[in-house]
């Protein structure tokens, strides 16, 4: 019998425990692709599109600034390296005084769904700053917007949907077909590419996308300024969860898989919300479907690094995704220590992060500078290291405090082997 079935009979922890052990059997599902070459296995049936446009974009080489593929790249050996690499989640936003001008000019989401305009935001970070990698301009949310549903961002509420999902019959009422859907994300994939060319491949280009989980608490938290909604129905109907992130894991899979194609060097995977939910919780309907993210990905695309971003949640389980980097908060640097993230995955990770945002906030370049080498002191391995903030930039930080944070990094040499204090 289907564990979905055996689901309805049992108590809710019970019948999410089965749910979850029968889905685990093996890291890989079989997937229904719509791409020329089928990929099969037996982890439950996933669903992927590969837009055949992807083949008339150009083609690029090896970035001429590949430090941050070299880095990854080191993930288990271990060599000594030139320098540390840098970059900045949402580098490209309202600290920035040409995004605010352009800013003025567009709506958000105008600017997400004009490659050009897209590409030109892309690019901004890297005429004022040594950037060693560009990610490109948008948002996690864009996937709901090629769904057809309005979004609107509310200062005191944040982002608010113009449809109300509360079960899975709802969602598939707001829904389109993943081709759709994917079709209409072509401006994301377009500014990949046309990024690319504007550079001339100077340096990699990121892509990213919203976790399932994530993705699901925006679309199930009706429009209020937290998650009691989402999490109410996490435990009222497990099953019609289940139901609905399996098909967000189709559209995350299908979305980071074209945006590799369309030019896309690394892609991150965010799960921002993951502190909304205990550890169990997390195992269950977070952890269970970034797995099959992730290993989706890396089975349809090897070439392509994959970093993956939890906030403030955490579990051992982790260890056995085949993920290139793991992206850590301040908080969880300095509750575990680089040495613990490490030895989980026996060494062979790449660590990113992790200042606090808010100290780009600071008025002082000095302190954050200090702020800046305490926290690379306490990387064990700085070889295996990509310097970047906890989370996203903050819209009040300051650009002399990008240049300061920058100058401290590259102050500190990557140290071959480990180092006291991490």
Known sequence: MRATLVCALAPFFLRDFLFFIHNRKASFGSFRTMEPRAVSGDAGEMEVFVRPESAQYKAFGRPRNDLVLRVIENKAEGRALERIPVWFMRQAGRYLPEYRQMRSKHDFF??????????????MPLKRFPCDMLVVFSDILIVFVAMGISITFIESVGPTFDQRVTSFEEFQRVSLP???????????????????????????ILGFAGSPFTLFTYLTKNNKRTYE?????????????HKILGKLSDVCV???VNQIDSGANVVQLFDS???VIDTHLFAHFSLFYIKRVVNTVKKLRPHAFIILFLKENFHPDVKHLHIDVLSITHKQLAMNSSSFFYNLFDGKI????????????LQDEELVS???SQMIN???????????????????SRVENVRAFIRAVGAHLPARGERHGG
């Open 350 to 361: 790449i660590l990113q992060g992790a200042l606090d945002p808010h100290i780009m906030l």
């Open 229 to 241: 909604d989402s999490i109410r129905m996490i435990y009222e109907c497990p099953e019609d969860v």
């Open 254 to 256: 299908s979305h980071l």
């Open 110 to 123: 105008e600017m997400c769904q004009d490659a050009n305009l897209s590409s030109e935001v892309t690019i």
């Open 370 to 372: 200090q702020h800046t």
């Open 273 to 275: 919300n993951a502190d």
């Open 378 to 396: 306490q990387i064990r391995h700085t070889n295996k290291y990509i310097a970047n903030l906890g989370h996203g930039m903050l819209p009040g």
């Open 178 to 204: 993943l081709e759709e859907v994917i079709k209409n994300l072509h401006y994301v994939y377009d500014a990949i590419n046309l990024t690319k060319q504007k550079i001339n491949n100077a340096v990699p």
